[in-house]
């Protein structure tokens, strides 16, 4: 998937392509989760996607890196999870998340799954972002942020204390 923006402040066109989980910029998975551990264990042997700015050049010729997605299979069975989703600061907001979420979102789909899981906070802009894509929630892990996180996640002056399920039937 690829697009272009325009405005004063638009980044220039991007595209969405397979990228090894080894060459995922740490800038941007922390972005999604601050925990370089959690981070480093789901990231080896996953499947990512990145969305690159094509018209940035740069020596391996595929373009700046902007936004980063990582997928490992469930626990349960024909399930993948989106562990990490990730847009740099200065591109949220102009459809990247949202390319990166329907690329995975095919992608799973093509592996034959029948759900695409994903967590998040109980509140918030990835909230909204994820239900426009049509997740719907499926339970709440109480206090796991508090339990599994040594910093604190505030947004909009509140902290983050319980992790949302969600799931997208595929
Ligand atoms: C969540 C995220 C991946 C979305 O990517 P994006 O490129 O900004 O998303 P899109 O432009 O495709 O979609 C924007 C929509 O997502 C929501 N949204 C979520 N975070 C947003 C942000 N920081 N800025 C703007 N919109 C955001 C809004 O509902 C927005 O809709 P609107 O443009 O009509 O207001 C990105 O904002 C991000 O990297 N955030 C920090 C990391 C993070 O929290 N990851 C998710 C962990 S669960």
Not at 6 to 27: F, K, L, T, Y
Not at 99 to 119: D, K, P, S
Not at 129 to 154: C, E, I, N, P, S
């Amino acid at each position: 998937m690829s697009s272009a923006v325009s405005g004063p402040n638009a980044p220039a066109s991007w595209r969405v392509m397979p990228m090894n989980p080894d060459e995922a910029p740490w800038s941007l998975l922390l972005l999604a989760d601050p925990s370089r551990e959690k981070v480093k264990r789901y990231l080896r042997g996953s499947t990512c996607f990145a969305a690159r700015q094509t018209a940035h050049f740069t020596p391996s010729g595929l373009g700046m890196l902007v936004g980063v997605a990582v997928l490992v299979p469930a626990q349960a069975p024909q399930s993948w999870e989106l562990m990490n989703i990730a847009v740099s600061t200065a591109w949220q907001g102009h459809g990247v998340g949202s390319a990166l979420l329907q690329r995975c979102i095919a992608w799973v789909r093509e592996q034959g799954a029948t759900r695409l899981e994903v967590g998040t906070g109980t509140f918030g802009d990835q909230l909204i972002f994820y239900q426009r894509a049509g997740f719907r929630v499926t339970g709440v892990a109480h206090d796991f942020f508090l339990k599994h996180y040594t910093t604190q996640l505030w947004e909009h002056g509140v902290q983050h204390k319980d992790m949302l399920r969600l799931a997208l039937q595929l």
